[in-house]
C-alpha cells in the first residue's frame, strides 16, 4: 500500500492554497509500485507503467497517400502535360512485381507500397486517359508529392509513449499499429469510499422523515472509478467518533486511499478530524477554495486519508482539486493540470481576495456567435440541479475581486474535469 510519513502533509499558514495543496501532493505521494499486463481492449483509462519505443516505422513501408498514378521524379512533365503509358496495378496489401520502368506510371491505390524507383502520385482527379490508353500528367506536381514515406509518422525506436500516460483511446490505436497487444499499467488504484452523517440513508433502504439519501457516494465512486480505481463501497458511518475511528481503521491496510465525505467542518457534530487523530495523525487542512473549504487530509497506518465536505456541490468541487491529483499521484501518472479555456463572462459577480472560487456556469453561443457563460442563478454548496444543469465552473483566481459582463474568464467543463 501507499506509504506516508506523517510529517508529509504539514503545513504553515492556516489557509492553503489550491496550488499549494496539490504541489504538496504531487511531490509527497508515493507511487504505487506494482504493474500488472493490461489487454489493448481492456486498457483504455489505465496508467501506462513504461515507455513504449516504436518496435517498427510508422507507416511501415513508403505508400500512396491517394488513388491514382506512380512515377519517378526524372519522370515528372514540366512545363507541358505529358502522356505516359502505363505499367503495373498495385492495390493496398499488394507488392509491385519489378521496378518501375523508365518513362512509365503505375497504377496505385491509398495505402499500397511505391512500387520500387517511383517517387511521386498523381491524384486520379487530376489525370486523363487519351485516345491511345496512356496517361496524360499535367505538369506543375511537386517531387514526392501524395507520398507516405515509411516513418514519416513515427521512426522505429522513438520513444511514442511515456510512462504515467493515462491511456485514451488514440493509445491504444498507436500500440496496435505497433502490433502490441497489451500495455504494462500500473494497478488500479484501491480506494475505500465511506459517508459520514446520522440524517443518511443508502438508496434502496428506508428514510426517516429527517434523513436524506446519500448522494455523495455514489457521485464520488463514480468519479473514482473515471479514473480508473478500484472502488471499495463502504457505506454510511454514523456520527460518532469511536465507530468512524473503527470503520476507517478496519480499511486502511487494504487501501491506497480512504475517501469520506462529510463531517469535516468544525461543528460539533463533526467527528471526522477527531476519529482520525485517535487511529492516526491529521492536518485539518482548510483550503482557500469556495465552495468547499473543510478539506481534511491524514494518514492512518501509513494509507492516506481525504475527508472532503459533505455538501455535495463542495464535495465535487474539492474532488477535483484534491482527490483527482492523489490518485494521479498515486498511480504514477504524469500530471494533468486543469487548463481553463478562456470564454466572455456574461454575468456580474463579487468575490473575496485570497481565496479561489468556482462558478457553476451554463455556456451557450452569444448573438455575435463567440463562446460566452452566464451563471446559475443560485449559490448554494448543497444545490444538486445545480451541477446538473451546467456545463461548467468558471475559475475565479485569487486575486480576483469579482467579474464584469464582456471580461474574459476561464471555463472549465465538467467533461474535462474528470
Ligand atoms: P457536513 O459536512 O457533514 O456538515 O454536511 C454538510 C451538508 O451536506 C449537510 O446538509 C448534509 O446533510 C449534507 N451531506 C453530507 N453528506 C452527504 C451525502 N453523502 N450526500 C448528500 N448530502 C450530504
Ligand atoms: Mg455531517
Redesign the pocket.
Known amino acids: 500500500m501507499a506509504q506516508l510519513s506523517d510529517d508529509c502533509f504539514a503545513f504553515g499558514g492556516p489557509m492553503m492554497s489550491v496550488d499549494e495543496a496539490v504541489d504538496l501532493i504531487t511531490a509527497r505521494v508515493n507511487a504505487i509500485a506494482d504493474l500488472e499486463t493490461a489487454a489493448l481492449v481492456e486498457a483504455d483509462g489505465r496508467v501506462l507503467a513504461r515507455d513504449v519505443a516504436a518496435p517498427l516505422p510508422l507507416p511501415p513501408f513508403t505508400n500512396s497517400a491517394v488513388d491514382g498514378y506512380a512515377v519517378r521524379n526524372a519522370d515528372l512533365p514540366q512545363g507541358t502535360e505529358h502522356a505516359l503509358p502505363l505499367d503495373g496495378r498495385i492495390q493496398a496489401g499488394g507488392l509491385a512485381q519489378a521496378p518501375i520502368k523508365p518513362g512509365h506510371t503505375a497504377r496505385i491505390f491509398t495505402g499500397a507500397p511505391m512500387p520500387p524507383g517511383a517517387e511521386t502520385v498523381f491524384m486520379q482527379e487530376d489525370v486523363r486517359i487519351d485516345d491511345a490508353g496512356k496517361i496524360v500528367l499535367p505538369p506543375g506536381l511537386k517531387p514526392g508529392a501524395n507520398v507516405r514515406p515509411a516513418g514519416e509518422d513515427i521512426p522505429q525506436g522513438h520513444i511514442a509513449l511515456r510512462a504515467g500516460q493515462r491511456l485514451r483511446p488514440q493509445h491504444i490505436a498507436l500500440a496496435a499499429a505497433f502490433g502490441l497487444t497489451s500495455f504494462d499499467v500500473v494497478r488500479r488504484i484501491r480506494v475505500a469510499v465511506f459517508?459520514?452523517?446520522d440524517?443518511?440513508a443508502s438508496p434502496g433502504e428506508p428514510r426517516t422523515a429527517s434523513q436524506?439519501f446519500?448522494?455523495?457516494?455514489f457521485m464520488l465512486m463514480a468519479m473514482l472509478r473515471r479514473l480508473g480505481c478500484e472502488v471499495s463501497d463502504l457505506g454510511i458511518l454514523r456520527d460518532e467518533r469511536t465507530s468512524l475511528a473503527t470503520g476507517l481503521k478496519q480499511v486502511a491496510g487494504g487501501h491506497d486511499l480512504i475517501l469520506t465525505?462529510?463531517?469535516?467542518?468544525t461543528?460539533e457534530e463533526?467527528h471526522v478530524k477527531a476519529a482520525v487523530e485517535s487511529i492516526g495523525s491529521l492536518v485539518l487542512w482548510r483550503m482557500a477554495i469556495k465552495p468547499g473549504r473543510p478539506v481534511a487530509m491524514g494518514i492512518i497506518d501509513g494509507t492516506p486519508l481525504i475527508g472532503l465536505?459533505?455538501?455535495?456541490v463542495a464535495s465535487f468541487v474539492t474532488f477535483v482539486h484534491v482527490v483527482r491529483p492523489t490518485v494521479l499521484a498515486l498511480a504514477g501518472a504524469l500530471p494533468e493540470p486543469l487548463l481553463p479555456v478562456p470564454v466572455r463572462a456574461a454575468f456580474t459577480y463579487r468575490k473575496k481576495e485570497g481565496r479561489r472560487e468556482y462558478v457553476r456556469v451554463f455556456l451557450r453561443k452569444g448573438q455575435d456567435g463567440a463562446l460566452e457563460v452566464t451563471k446559475f442563478p443560485r449559490e448554494g454548496a448543497?444545490l444538486l440541479s445545480s451541477l446538473v444543469e451546467t456545463a461548467g465552473l468558471v475559475e475565479l483566481g485569487e486575486t480576483v475581486m469579482g467579474v464584469e459582463p464582456g471580461q474574459s474568464v476561464g471555463f472549465l467543463s465538467y467533461a474535462s474535469l474528470i
Do not use: F
Request: proline residues 9%; charged residues 20%; glycine residues 28%.
Open positions: 459517508s459520514t452523517g440524517e443518511l436524506l446519500d448522494s455523495n457516494r465525505t462529510g463531517g469535516v467542518s461543528g463533526d465536505p459533505g455538501n455535495p448543497g
